[in-house]
């Protein structure tokens, strides 16, 4: 050793002392650094590289030395004190007083009473630890073993129920199995199964008793069936564990009789109809009748004979009854439209001779009065057949009435045009918008609907826009009101033509047929669009048509200034112009005119030649009065040519 050191840097010391037999083959001077290292991180690393199994099991926080990680090995486990040291220093003083709860494995119940040789055993070291120990000898040492019930224990169950023994046994003891409960079992233990003893349903086989699997889907894998078979093999259809000899109300299946229990029979007690003082006799079941009785009093009868219950009634309750509407055709009153919705107890209700149950099966029904009451208060009670319901309304609905524009027509107000389109109710009432409110229905009935209306002229319904102008008292009164000009179709356009305005103070002829209506009644422009019933809130500017129609001057403006004032006529504009057309002035005569008729080479000549156009107040007039006539005026010069001429020179 003391070669080695002067050899060459100093890497050891001269051994403090002997190793343990344990160490023995890491003895020598050459080997001291197999364990100590260079630096101060003491010999744990090198300890660890020997002792792979407690590295494996630290690592996994599994035994005695996963609680103490971080320190040095050499902490607990010293060297260099001799052959015969024993490296393992037990706290409690002897392996045999060791708490096993430091190893992370408290022993329990049976377990705590073993001793350490009895578990740590080759047999037992299945562990990958004991794979990796360096210590070959497998009956020495600690470490090896797995906490599973397996790795020590043999499976008396050979598998059968698992490998997780605990969740049935303790550590207190292999029997009972306290950790079982059959209640958490695919069969859990109910009524005389309870009391029964394990061996009588699980036998001993060789070499064990079978626990799983088991049959026990149904009672003959371990009764014997006394029915033979013949009401199937499944028993809990009528037995309860509780007794076999009592059989569980509501579990027998009656579908397997002559006679299934269906609907509201089968909630009732057996006991009702198998009477136990008639010795359980079968009761008869052939017909309602035979347990029920009539409910009718005899009014039942289906083509004039007895009908029995089920003919409309069903086992799910007598109410409702199943007598449909497509059988209720066959009687003598169909069911039609609303009627069909109607619940059964709505006409058929309760009276004289309705049976028990209160249902008069043959109510009255010649008229609608038999079940409707008359919703109009009599307001039809004087036509002939006395307001019967069904000459307006039919079985679809109250509403809409049959009652249309060719019903109306026989009326005293026959509807047309718009009033055709118009609803009932705009009218008739409740609710008229626009138009006075009617009495309410403790005069006009339940419908609140007013029938005979006294109003049928335009203007009790309808502003008239003309102010009275064209009414009775107007001074332009009409014979036949409104619809002298206006028709149902609406008030715009009116009906007021040329044939009309012929009639008129100022009739239409010429070119004044083709000009709108607003041209000369420019109060039409001005009058808002909005509906014309009584009560409309919208203002109006009054349509009284009072246009001016005297000279043609009062709707045109002339284009000749004041050249013909002093004339005779003023200047009337119809004296040379006609209504068709202003251009050409047809009702002029140039050869007529006495103080310059045209004749020879002036006929030919253009009028602009002598009728020059000139300035007037700014405005391009034409001149035609007045003008030179002498012939020197207008000859012996040159006279200007018109731009009539100049334009086509």
């Not at 073993?114 to 740590?120: E, I, K, T």
């Not at 028990?356 to 099966?361: R, T």
């Not at 043959?362 to 009451?373: I, L, T, Y």
């Not at 034409?622 to 207008?634: E, F, N």
Request: hydrophobic share 30%; net charge positive.
């Amino acid at each position: 050793m003391l070669a080695a050191a002067a050899a060459g840097p100093v890497r050891s010391q001269v051994s403090p002392g002997e190793l343990s037999r344990a160490h023995a083959t890491l003895g020598g001077a050459l080997q001291c650094m197999r364990c100590h290292s260079a630096g101060r991180d003491g010999v744990a690393p090198q300890c660890l590289e020997c002792h792979k199994e407690i590295a494996w099991l630290a690592g996994r926080d599994r035994g005695l030395h996963a609680a103490v990680e971080g320190k040095d090995c050499a902490t607990c486990h010293p060297e260099h004190a001799g052959a015969d040291f024993a490296l393992v220093q037990w706290e409690e003083g002897a392996a045999e007083r060791f708490d096993h709860r430091r190893a992370g494995w408290p022993l329990e119940g049976k377990h705590a009473e073993q001793r350490c040789g009895a578990c740590h055993k080759a047999a037992f070291r299945v562990s990958e630890a004991q794979r990796l120990s360096p210590r070959r000898d497998a009956s020495r040492g600690w470490t090896g073993l797995e906490t599973a019930c397996g790795a020590c224990h043999r499976d008396p169950h050979e598998s059968t129920l698992g490998t997780d023994c605990a969740r049935c046994h303790g550590t207190a003891g292999w029997r009972p199995a306290a950790g079982f409960d059959h209640a958490r079992s695919a069969f859990p233990l109910t009524g005389k199964h309870r009391d029964t003893a394990c061996a009588k349903c699980h036998r001993a086989t060789q070499p064990l008793p079978r626990f799983k699997p088991l049959a026990h889907a149904e009672c003959s894998a371990c009764h014997a069936d006394p029915h033979a078979g013949q009401l199937g093999a499944q028993c809990s259809r009528c037995h309860s564990t509780e007794d076999f000899r009592r059989v569980a109300e509501g579990q027998f299946d009656h579908g397997r009789t002559r006679y299934p229990l269906a609907g509201r029979h089968a909630a009732v007690a057996c006991a009702r109809c198998h009477d136990p003082k008639a010795g359980g006799a079968k009761p008869r079941f052939d017909r309602c009748g035979a347990c029920h009785a009539d409910a009718h009093d005899g009014q039942a009868t289906l083509a004039g004979r007895p009908a029995d219950c089920a003919a409309c009634h069903g086992v799910q309750g007598f109410r409702p009854a199943t007598y449909t509407v497509a059988q209720h055709a066959s009687a003598r009153y169909a069911l039609e439209g609303k009627h069909r919705g109607v619940a059964c107890g709505e006409c058929h209700k309760k009276g004289a001779g309705s049976g028990k149950q209160g249902a008069q099966l043959r109510p009255k029904f010649g008229a609608c009065r038999d079940c409707h009451a008359d919703a109009h208060r009599g307001q039809l009670a004087a036509r002939r057949d006395q307001g019967e319901c069904g000459a307006c309304h039919g079985p679809e609905g109250w509403k809409p009435a049959r009652f249309g524009p060719a019903e109306h027509a026989a009326t005293r107000f026959p509807l047309a045009g718009r009033h055709a389109a118009a609803a009932c109710s705009a009218c008739h009432g409740p609710v008229r918008p626009m138009l006075p409110p009617l009495p309410g229905p403790e005069a006009l009935g339940t419908a609140k609907v007013a029938l005979h209306l006294a109003e049928r002229g335009c203007e009790s319904c309808h502003r008239d826009p003309h102010a009275g102008r064209f009414g009775p008292r107007g001074d332009r009164m009409r014979a036949g009101g409104c619809a002298d000009c206006h028709g149902n179709g609406g008030i715009m356009p009116s009906l007021f033509d040329l044939d009309d305005h012929a009639k008129s103070a100022f009739p239409l002829e010429g070119a004044h047929r083709a000009v709108p209506c607003v041209t000369c009644h420019t109060e039409l422009g001005r009058a808002p669009r909005g509906p014309g019933l009584l009560l409309a809130s919208t203002a109006s500017v009054p349509l009284e048509f009072r246009a001016r129609h005297g000279a043609c001057r009062d709707c045109h403006e002339t284009p000749h200034g004041t050249q013909f004032d002093d004339r005779r006529d003023g200047g009337a504009c119809q004296t040379c112009h006609g209504l068709d057309s202003f251009r050409p002035a047809a009702r002029f005569d140039h050869a007529a005119l006495k103080s310059f008729p045209l004749t020879g080479a002036h006929a030919q000549v253009a009028c602009a030649r002598c009728h020059p156009v000139k300035q007037v107040d700014g405005r391009p007039v034409v001149a035609y009065h007045p003008l030179p006539r002498r012939c020197q005026d207008c000859h012996g010069r040159t006279p200007p040519r018109s731009a009539e001429e100049r334009g086509t020179s």
